[in-house]
């Protein structure tokens, strides 16, 4: 029976294992929180590693605040470089399978067709740079057995998201405005969560590879809060903005649809549709309200 540790157990896709963990019963998990497990604090990351024994790592944790990053670059950089260059290191020393999830915020957003694992990264602010310096450290430490997922626009029943941020706006206003010039794809991180503890027992590769996973099909935040709206039954009028309309510190990516042929030719899975994991989420958030 497995034993896999869950970093970020607090997080949006950290609270979505959680709640499938119970369909694999042949597994053992454990779920670590920042107060378990504190990426930010590189003395005991070793420590905790050296009192415990794990098969995999599904590193779900992450600094992922992106604008507040712009000023908090240390800590930033701790968590998304430094630290999985350490948990490189103990997964290839301890021969651990590692699951390291990242961002499509690697890329400059410029690109014209879904972006390719092969591809050129280029981040454009210091979260996406710090999650790129992370990846580049697997990469150059060379753990097997270990993938990197890159993937994008995630939200949950779980935590604050895109979604909740909405559903809240919407009953409290008649009208919003939304940004209409950025593309990409909603993910819906139960989904998510599901094809990483599929796949974990085929993650059998002599070096780190990546792959890029988010629900199938495009939309801009304009179209995915109209699609919030209308499934959820809220009379609220969604018009369209720029990004230059709704300045923030860091810099979003205008294009970032991501090419998920290789995970599903490699793992025979199958991604839903963005629209319908929108859906099944919203009637989640419903039946915790």
């Not at 996973?213 to 809220?234: M, R, T, V």
Request: net charge negative; with cysteine.
């Amino acid at each position: 029976m497995p034993n896999i540790l869950v970093t970020g157990a607090t997080g949006q896709l950290g609270n979505e294992i959680n709640a499938l963990s119970g369909s694999y019963p042949h597994h053992t998990f454990t779920f670590a929180d920042r107060n378990i497990l504190d990426l930010g604090n590189l003395c005991k990351l070793e420590d905790y590693f050296d009192a415990n024994t794990f098969d995999a790592i599904i590193n779900c944790a992450a600094y992922t605040a992106v604008d507040k990053a712009e000023n908090d670059e240390e800590l930033a950089n701790t968590i998304n470089h430094r630290a999985v260059s350490m948990m490189a290191k103990i997964a290839k020393k301890k021969e651990i399978t590692l699951v390291h999830v990242s961002t499509d915020y690697v890329f400059n957003g410029q690109n014209y067709r879904p972006y390719v694992e092969t591809d050129s990264t280029d981040p454009q602010g210091i979260y996406g740079r710090t999650k790129c310096d992370g990846e580049n450290a697997i990469l150059d430490v060379a753990p097997k057995n270990t993938i990197i997922i890159r993937t994008s626009w995630v939200y949950s029943s779980f935590g604050n998201n895109f979604v909740k941020t909405m559903l809240r706006l919407g009953k409290e206003r008649d009208t919003l405005g939304v940004i209409f010039d950025q593309v990409g794809t909603p993910t819906y991180a139960r989904d998510l969560g599901r094809v990483i503890l599929d796949i974990l027992p085929q993650i059998k590769n002599k070096a780190p590879e990546i792959f890029h996973y988010s629900n199938e099909g495009a939309a801009s935040w304009y179209d995915f809060a109209k699609a919030i709206f209308e499934l959820s039954e809220l009379q609220c009028t969604v018009n369209p903005i720029t990004t230059d309309q709704y300045p923030t510190p860091a810099r979003r990516p205008h294009y970032s649809l991501l090419n998920k042929s290789k995970i599903k030719e490699m793992f025979g899975i199958t991604i839903p549709y963005w629209r319908d994991s929108l859906d099944e989420c919203l009637k989640e958030i419903v039946k915790i309200q």
